[in-house]
Nanobody, 122 residues
Framework: VQLQASGGGYVQAGGSLRLSCAASGRSFSEYIMGWFRQAPGKEREEVATISWSSGSPWYTDSMKGRVTINNDNAKATVYLQMNSLKPEDTAIYYC????????????????WGQGTQVTVSS
C-alpha cells in the first residue's frame, strides 16, 4: 500500500499550489482521504478530508475558502488545491487514508504518504 504525495514547492504569498496524492496497492473506496500539515515546532494539523465514496469534503477553519479537496477515482488520486497562500501555510504536507469506525469523526488514519514541502515566502 502506498500513498505518493507530490506537488509541493516554493511560492510567493498569494500564490497557488496543487498537491496530489496517488494511492496504490489496495482499494480505498471505503476510506476517508485526508491532507495534514506540520510546520517546524508545531503539531500536525488536519487540513482537509474527503470521503472517497461520497466526495463529501471537510476543511479546517484556517484554510476554509482557500483550499479545495477533490478526488479522481479513475486515477486513484486525491488533490488539494491551495490558493491565496500565506507564509504561515509553510509546512510539510502529508496525505493519509483512514476509516471512520463510528460513521463520523474522529477518523483512524491507517496509511500515510511521505510528505511534500510547501514553502510560502512573504
Amino acid at each position: 500500500v502506498q500513498l505518493q504525495a507530490s506537488g509541493g514547492g516554493y511560492v510567493q504569498a498569494g500564490g497557488s499550489l496543487r498537491l496530489s496524492c496517488a494511492a496504490s496497492g489496495r482499494s480505498f473506496s471505503e476510506y476517508i482521504m485526508g491532507w495534514f500539515r506540520q510546520a517546524p515546532g508545531k503539531e500536525r494539523e488536519e487540513v482537509a478530508t474527503i470521503s472517497w465514496s461520497s466526495g463529501s469534503p471537510w476543511y479546517t477553519d484556517s484554510m476554509k475558502g482557500r483550499v479545495t479537496i477533490n478526488n479522481d477515482n479513475a486515477k486513484a488520486t486525491v488533490y488539494l488545491q491551495m490558493n491565496s497562500l500565506k507564509p504561515e501555510d509553510t509546512a510539510i504536507y502529508y496525505c493519509a487514508a483512514g476509516i471512520s469506525p463510528t460513521g463520523g469523526r474522529p477518523y483512524e488514519w491507517h496509511y500515510w504518504g511521505q510528505g511534500t514541502q510547501v514553502t510560502v515566502s512573504s
